[in-house]
């Protein structure tokens, strides 16, 4: 079910009760492998010795790509 914004705070961005790690976020969102990836390289950008900005960004990238492509052949075999 999708919720619908007035443009104010909205309920999605309230974290869930008990959320600590970035995990209990991937977790409550039920996010694939691919979109968990992301939010980790999005949250952890720039800040990381063994991950300079370019890295995260390619990795960004490759996981949005493979999503789309999983998307897509859903969108294919669901017609």
């Given at each position: 079910m999708q919720?619908?914004?007035d443009?104010?705070?909205a309920s999605y961005y309230v974290l869930p009760r008990g959320a600590k790690q970035l995990q209990d976020l991937i977790s409550h969102k039920n996010m694939n492998a691919q979109i968990g990836e992301i939010f980790?390289?999005?949250y952890r950008y720039g800040?990381?010795?063994h991950?300079?900005?370019l890295r995260?960004?390619?990795k960004i990238k490759f996981y949005a790509e493979a999503e789309i492509k999983r998307l897509e052949k859903l969108e294919q075999i669901n017609g």
């Open positions: 919720v619908k914004s443009g104010s705070t980790r390289a999005c800040e990381v010795a991950s300079e900005m995260d960004a390619k």
